[in-house]
């Protein structure tokens, strides 16, 4: 894809995510959303990235922070698990409009799951299937493709693992046509990358299941920009061996980025690792943070 055209503007808000800023009335909880807002040539989107599990605590926490839920333009899935989708339907209802896109992999909505410590079901969840979410009034764009959000802003689509030490970072299983167990590569893990007009790309994750590192390669060549202002998201090192989490911050420190911001499902030993490897210029994610580019 040919080098992008810059936003003016960039706001991010984090809405929803297991921590909470101190001293805060936000409500946390184990999943996370983002709301973004950019600006190009006096033309305004609003973007809400994943919604978390729980519908009232992301609903309150954006009727605190002012933010109208009828405002929101286009609703981004990075991936299916329960805890960025989980109330997905009755959020698209709190917004009200009719059409709204709805932008994912087409994988969204398969079958999802783990074994270890006992069978559960991980992904799309009961009351926000296919058809609960288009009642809701949501249309989806399910695409493996980058698809631009705006001019300025687009979708990494399908993410190619390049990488010999990231991995999904959970032991997931699905089910293939013949309907065999087999490994789940997350191939519906999706990013956001933002263009600004220092030539620099902020990086919205999800869990980055198809490994930061692999993302950040991806969408620097999506885009032809040179450098990473910022990455803001969930990194899944949580359960990763402390050898994994020092290879990745490693290689991120070998890369342009400027700083980083990770939460959710980084875990404590990669955030300390992290600090460690880029010391103020990381901070650990909070609900209620929120980040004004340029």
């Keep these: 894809m040919a080098s992008l055209e810059a936003l003016d503007r960039l706001s991010v808000t984090v809405v929803a995510e297991d921590s909470v800023m101190y001293e805060s009335p936000y409500w946390g909880q184990h999943g996370i959303s983002l709301f973004v807002t950019a600006q190009k040539d006096g033309i305004t989107r609003n973007i809400l990235i994943d919604t978390a599990q729980d519908p009232r605590a992301l609903l309150h926490n954006m009727d605190l922070m002012d933010?109208?839920?009828?405002?929101?333009?286009?609703?981004?899935?990075?991936?299916?698990?329960?805890?960025?989708?989980?109330?997905?339907?009755?959020?698209?209802?709190?917004?009200?409009?009719?059409?709204?896109?709805?932008?994912?992999?087409?994988?969204?909505?398969?079958?999802?799951?783990?074994?270890?410590?006992?069978?559960?079901?991980?992904?799309?969840?009961?009351?926000?299937?296919?058809?609960?979410?288009?009642?809701?009034?949501?249309?989806?764009?399910?695409?493996?493709?980058?698809?631009?959000?705006?001019?300025?802003?687009?979708?990494?689509?399908?993410?190619?693992?390049?990488?010999?030490?990231?991995?999904?970072?959970?032991?997931?299983?699905?089910?293939?046509?013949?309907?065999?167990?087999v490994p789940d590569p997350m191939k519906d893990d999706i990013s956001v990358a933002a263009v600004l007009p220092e030539g620099k790309l902020v990086i919205l994750t999800g869990c980055s299941h198809a490994g930061i590192v692999n993302i950040l390669r991806h969408s620097l060549e999506l885009t032809g920009q040179k450098g990473i202002r910022a990455i803001l998201g969930g990194l899944h090192l949580v359960e990763a061996p402390l050898d994994r989490i020092r290879k990745t911050a490693d290689a991120l420190a070998g890369m342009p980025i400027d700083s980083v911001y990770a939460g959710h499902c980084t875990g404590f030993d990669a955030q300390v690792e992290l600090r460690k490897t880029f010391g103020d210029r990381f901070r650990p994610l909070q609900t209620g943070m929120r980040f004004e580019f340029p």
Aim: a negative charge.
């Design 67 to 181: 933010i109208c839920p009828s405002c929101i333009d286009t609703v981004v899935i990075t991936h299916c698990h329960y805890d960025h989708t989980r109330g997905l339907a009755e959020v698209l209802k709190a917004i009200g409009k009719k059409d709204l896109p709805v932008v994912a992999h087409p994988d969204l909505f398969r079958l999802d799951f783990i074994v270890k410590p006992y069978l559960r079901h991980v992904g799309i969840l009961a009351g926000d299937t296919r058809e609960e979410i288009e009642a809701a009034g949501g249309l989806l764009f399910l695409t493996s493709d980058p698809l631009p959000l705006m001019t300025g802003l687009s979708t990494t689509g399908y993410v190619t693992r390049r990488t010999d030490f990231e991995e999904v970072g959970i032991p997931l299983r699905t089910l293939d046509g013949e309907g065999r167990l």
